[in-house]
């Protein structure tokens, strides 16, 4: 599964450099702080939904638990941003409550956001290295929506594992 998916970002980014000089980069940017602000949105509230005393359930042995995955999102999201020089002076690390681990992810989520805001068209298109990649700033920010949206859906199954429903989901 994890080639699957590391397959899939390479896949992504090399497509990229292309179709990037071919769209309004200020139209991405846009369509992607949206998206970011939805998909962060849910995972906060779905780790709000699912109670404190199953923030260590986890699926199987060595596999992240439910605050296991809350706090790699949070270093990824403070990572990626770094990598594009937007570097964190947020401190904590990875958190062994709900609370910690929900207030580190909103703190990275909000960073993600104040990245954004230093992103113009032109930034979009420009070399970087990631994971040992090079790639542009297009492919670093497609890795983290990928990322984002991959761990919703796996805190959704942990949720609906559990019999909580995720809270836009109307049950």
């Known amino acids: 599964m994890k080639q699957v998916i590391t397959l899939f970002l390479i896949a ?6 292309a179709s990037a000089q071919e769209h309004d980069n200020s139209a991405y940017l846009t369509a992607f702080s949206g998206d970011f602000d939805g998909v962060s949105g849910k995972l906060h509230a779905l780790g709000e939904a699912i109670p404190e005393d199953l923030h260590d359930w986890r699926p199987a042995e060595g596999i992240r638990s439910v605050l296991e995955v809350l706090n790699h999102v949070s270093d990824a ?3 990626i941003a770094a990598a594009l020089g937007h570097a ?3 401190e904590a690390t990875a958190s ?5 681990a929900l ?4 703190a990275s989520q909000n960073h993600v956001r104040g990245l ?3 992103l113009g068209d032109a930034d979009l298109g420009e070399s970087i290295e990631l994971f040992g990649m090079q790639l542009n700033v297009y492919g670093a920010m497609s890795i983290l ?3 984002t949206h991959e761990h919703l859906g796996q805190l959704i199954a ?3 594992s559990n019999g909580v429903a995720p809270p836009w989901s109307g049950g």
């Open 96 to 100: 062994d409550t709900k609370e910690g």
């Open 145 to 147: 929506a990928g990322h």
């Open 116 to 118: 954004l805001e230093t």
């Open 158 to 160: 942990y949720a609906r």
């Open 12 to 17: 992504t980014v090399v497509a990229l450099p």
């Open 103 to 106: 207030e580190r992810l909103m």
């Open 88 to 90: 964190s002076d947020y």
């Open 77 to 79: 999201n403070f990572g």
